[in-house]
């Protein structure tokens, strides 16, 4: 049997995690002198509210290699081999925290840097939970997800280009003119890493822009897919859902969704929505 750990920024919730019985392993995230653990006294919601209430840009923290090797303990305690999946390593360092970890655990720990974030990552880690549910062991799985990750394509259309801005990502300049004008950036990960795909303006052609890059891209209904929205409210999203409701009608019939937490929400801000899928091309 195979054990499946993670990280907090793959957003997964308290509940889904002990349904699936998957272990977490929180990031922290600091607002100014104020630390919290996120998704135990942080939750989306929370995080959402102190960001548009704070004009401090707030920053994340990994996990202790001591953190990691307590949960790989944990899990090696009721499994005969553990894989963990982790955020991107251009984005933090907890994989390398993870990896430090697992050299105590003589081969029986397998740490994959999942080149994704949130939602990207979440999916990655439903398709590991699957994958260990029908029998393969740590080393196959490894192998097998350092192959699907390269698959993961996550698209995020932002509502404001504030907090890229705050974060030191475009100039103020850049910001003022993209607010006059009603731009709507589209982000994605390239080798792990944040980066600009596209951009429109106004909403609906965001959404536009938004539904032909998945198009082009394809999903592979097959696999775990995932929309995502940041924010207080899930109303661009679900709006969303609806318009571009061609694209999904003929393969599910519901569209899972997860609320996005710090890790993404610190640069794109609140009213963005996320799409996650394997890709088809």
Known sequence: MTRIITDSTADFTRQEASALGLD???????????????????TPRQFYEKLIESDVVPTTSQPSPAEFEAAMAGALREADEAVVITISGELSG?????????????????????????????????LALRL??????????????????EKICVLALLDTLEYLKRGGRISATVAFAGG?????????????????????????NGGNLLNQL??????????????????????????????????????????????????????????AIAAAFFSLK
């Open 214 to 271: 998945v198009e082009k891209r394809g999903v592979d209904f097959s696999r775990p897919y995932m929309l995502g929205y940041t924010g207080l409210s899930d109303a661009p999203l679900m709006k969303y859902a609806m318009d571009s409701e061609r694209l999904w009608r003929d393969h599910t019939e519901e569209l899972p969704v997860s609320a996005i937490g710090s890790v993404i929400g610190t640069h794109g801000g609140p009213g």
């Open 180 to 204: 006059v004008l009603a731009i709507k950036p589209v982000i994605t990960l390239v080798d792990g890493a944040v980066s600009m795909v596209g951009k429109a303006r106004g909403s609906k």
């Open 132 to 149: 260990a549910g029908a029998g393969m062991g740590a080393a196959e799985l490894e192998r097998q997800l350092l192959c699907e990750r």
């Open 94 to 126: 907890t994989y390398q925290s993870a990896s430090i970890a697992a050299e105590g655990f003589g081969g029986r720990v397998r740490v994959v840097d999942s080149r994704s974030a949130s939602i990207g990552e979440q999916i990655l880690v439903r």
């Open 24 to 42: 977490i392993v929180p990031l922290r995230t600091r607002f100014g002198a104020e630390e919290y653990i996120d998704g135990v006294d942080l």
